[in-house]
């Protein structure tokens, strides 16, 4: 055997030994285009376990990106049209420390200052957003997965005109739906 053939013979081996990594893909469907996730469940299994059961069970379907910061984030899945919240599940154990970081086209979980507060309300991050991470033992937003394709739509959605209505700021004009989440996609 010739020893260049060894080394990728060798190598192949190598990574068919070696586990999977898990990950599920999502494809989100807005009115402004299409968005396709890849959710990390070997970095954080319950996260991903609780989006993915909201999908399932159509909880996304029809619900608004209620909140865009333009070079922050855009924030959705939990409000009807009307701003209108809808019932939640309980809420996910927090994750933060799991080594993903709110960078720039991520997903992660939205909460309250509770850290095991998260629900069914996520956000992509539109840039690297170091002070959303966990750090020193304090808790940050658990980041799941990541945008693997419509990053453009994601920055339709941050450019669309917003303002407040009633106790939420930054609530755009026109609605931006979020039709559906289908799993698997």
Not at 29 to 47: H, W
Not at 49 to 76: E, L, S
Not at 143 to 169: C, L, P
Request: aromatic fraction near 8%; charge should be positive; avoid cysteine.
């Amino acid at each position: 055997m010739k020893p260049k053939f060894k080394t990728v013979l060798t190598a192949l081996l190598l990574a068919a030994s070696l586990p999977a990594m898990a990950a599920t893909r999502v494809l989100m469907e807005t009115d402004m285009g299409n968005i396709r996730l890849v959710l990390d469940e070997s970095k954080a299994p319950k996260t991903v376990a609780n989006f993915v059961r909201y999908a399932r069970k159509g909880f996304y379907d029809n619900t608004i990106f209620h909140r865009v910061i333009d070079g922050f984030v855009i924030q959705g899945g939990g409000f009807t049209e009307d701003l209108v919240q809808k019932a939640s599940d309980k809420a996910v154990a927090n994750e933060s420390g799991n080594g993903l970081k709110n960078t720039a086209g991520t997903i992660a979980m939205a909460r309250t200052t509770d850290p095991d507060s998260a629900t069914g309300q996520f956000f992509i991050n539109l840039a690297d957003n170091a002070s959303l991470n966990y750090k020193n033992g304090q808790y940050g937003y658990t980041v799941f997965g990541r945008v693997e394709s419509g990053m453009d739509t994601v920055s339709k959605i941050a450019r669309v005109k917003t303002a407040t209505r009633g106790f939420y700021q930054n609530v755009p004009v026109q609605p931006v739906k979020i039709r559906r989440v289908l799993v698997g996609q």
